[in-house]
């Protein structure tokens, strides 16, 4: 069964070019929901306890110890149920537009899901970089094909830093195969290395996984990228891609380089508070909602990266609670965005108001999205960021208050956001209020949301043993500054 998770993203992505294109956008939406009904399957037949499930182990090319190797455990399975409940989020709010016909459009979509669910259940070093790399091609395209007319110069500048990163990776890959047995990930936790080699090697992953979260200062290529890209591209980007970097921070970074963490924990960590503070400034700055938006997403990823390097136990299971909200309100704040701007042609805060007289169902989901947003009690956000700045806290107090900045800073720029664009006086002609579609987009998002503020143990109970048996790979002492 676990093979359909590469089986049916293809089948959809192939055949859905032959598609009739009136049956496109319905047949979209059915491959995605296929696709989440199977990973909800093998979430239930999932025992937390068990540890890692290898369903494929075998050699492939032992001439150069490229081994088959896939598995899942609980984090695992967290980032594949995040991108098979997005995917067709995505789809559905598009439904109502031309887009959703694209036979291309939808390809690309589920390409981009079959790369995507290849890094999160590779257990192999090569082939983890693989699928890596073939997520790049689907949202380059993606936004290639159907984003603003200057996108060019943004996407040539995404594409370029995100495949320098990616060399360094397999540069570091290679280097630290040379000291073991195979590409195998247990084989390249078994090796020992001097602090110094590791600090290099780290240095490769950390570059590839720095640039695609994006932590400061890797991150001049994302705003101008997000704004530029189509609605569903920004939305693949924040809600999905970015993951499997923090993802590849946690099974890849941390367990392979135990004996570099020490030097490198302090500098990262500052990096992603810095990031914290920078992005949400920034954020307050800007008039177009979209690169708001796309800064705000720098702050909240820099403090969950942040989080992961501290290496607590309580705190990277927080780290995965937070990137499902992240996941879910990025996606839910993009489309708020381009809800207001297919309806009114501009993303401009200075043009918009009074907006919530003309359509209060909209109106409504925003304010939801904003709360949510900010992380206010009841919500997912509130919990993993509790535990984020709690283990930053207690890793060095002045992080943690600076950290904490978030919570200001955060309300700040997304009540801002709102504010002008949903009160005051009309600026603007007729507002439609929101289709089904996008309704139920935004209600499924809220309802996911809230559930995990109310009962967040149904993730972090899930991912617990899991993180366990991370930490005890990682086979050091708690670090201090």
Avoid at 111 to 128: A, K, N, P, R, Y
Avoid at 396 to 421: E, K, M, P
């Amino acid at each position: 069964m676990e093979l359909l998770l590469f089986i049916l993203p293809v089948f959809f992505a192939l055949s859905v070019l032959v598609m009739p294109q009136s049956f496109v956008r319905t047949y979209g939406l059915l491959g995605g929901l296929a696709t989440l009904v199977l990973t909800v399957v093998l979430m239930a037949n999932y025992d937390p306890n068990a540890g890692m499930h290898s369903f494929v182990s075998q050699e492939w090319i032992p001439a150069y110890g490229i081994t088959l190797n896939f598995g899942y455990d609980g984090i695992s399975l967290m980032m594949l149920l995040l991108t098979t409940v997005l995917v067709p989020l995505i789809l559905l709010s598009n439904f109502g537009r031309e887009l959703s016909s694209n036979r291309l459009f939808t390809s690309m979509v589920f390409l981009m899901q079959f790369g995507l669910i290849g890094v999160f259940i590779s257990l192999d070093g090569i082939w983890f970089y693989i699928f890596w790399e073939i997520t790049l091609i689907p949202i380059f395209l993606i936004a290639y094909w159907f984003g603003e007319p200057e996108r060019k110069a943004a996407l040539m500048k995404f594409f370029m830093y995100t495949f320098f990163g990616s060399l360094f990776m397999l540069a570091s890959l290679i280097g630290l195969k040379s000291f073991a047995a195979s590409f195998a990930i247990e084989d390249l936790k078994a090796v020992q290395l001097a602090p110094e080699v590791a600090v290099w090697l780290l240095g490769g992953f950390f570059l590839a996984f720095a640039i695609k979260v994006p932590i400061f200062p890797f991150h001049t290529w994302q705003p101008s990228t997000y704004s530029k890209a189509p609605m569903a591209g920004t939305m693949l980007l924040s809600g999905i891609m970015l993951k499997m970097a923090l993802y590849g921070m946690l099974r890849w970074m941390l367990p392979l380089f135990p004996e570099a963490l020490d030097c490198v924990t302090y500098p990262i960590i500052v990096l992603g508070t810095i990031g914290v503070v920078y992005g949400a400034i920034l954020a307050i700055k800007q008039d177009d909602m979209k690169r708001l938006f796309a800064f705000a997403s720098i702050s909240h990823v820099g403090l969950i990266a942040a989080g992961i390097m501290t290496a607590d136990k309580d705190t990277l299971s927080g780290s995965v609670l937070q990137m499902i909200n992240h996941g879910l309100v990025a996606v839910g704040l993009f489309l708020a965005a381009d809800v207001i701007e297919r309806r009114l042609g501009t993303r401009s805060l200075r043009e918009l108001g009074g907006i919530a007289k003309q359509a209060p169902k909209f109106a409504f989901w925003f304010a939801a999205l904003a709360f949510a947003s900010v992380s206010v009690p009841f919500t997912s956000g509130f919990v993993g960021e509790f535990l984020l700045l709690k283990g930053l806290f207690s890793f060095d107090s002045v992080i943690g208050i600076v950290a904490g900045s978030t919570l200001i800073l955060g309300a700040v720029y997304t009540f801002r956001a709102y504010q002008l664009s949903m009160y005051g006086p009309v600026k603007t002609s007729a507002f439609a209020d929101l289709s089904m579609s996008e309704l139920i987009v935004f209600a499924v998002i809220i309802i996911a949301v809230v559930f995990l503020g109310v009962y967040p143990k149904a993730v972090i109970d899930f991912v617990e043993p899991s993180v366990t048996d991370l930490l005890a790979s990682i086979k050091q002492t708690p670090i201090v500054p």
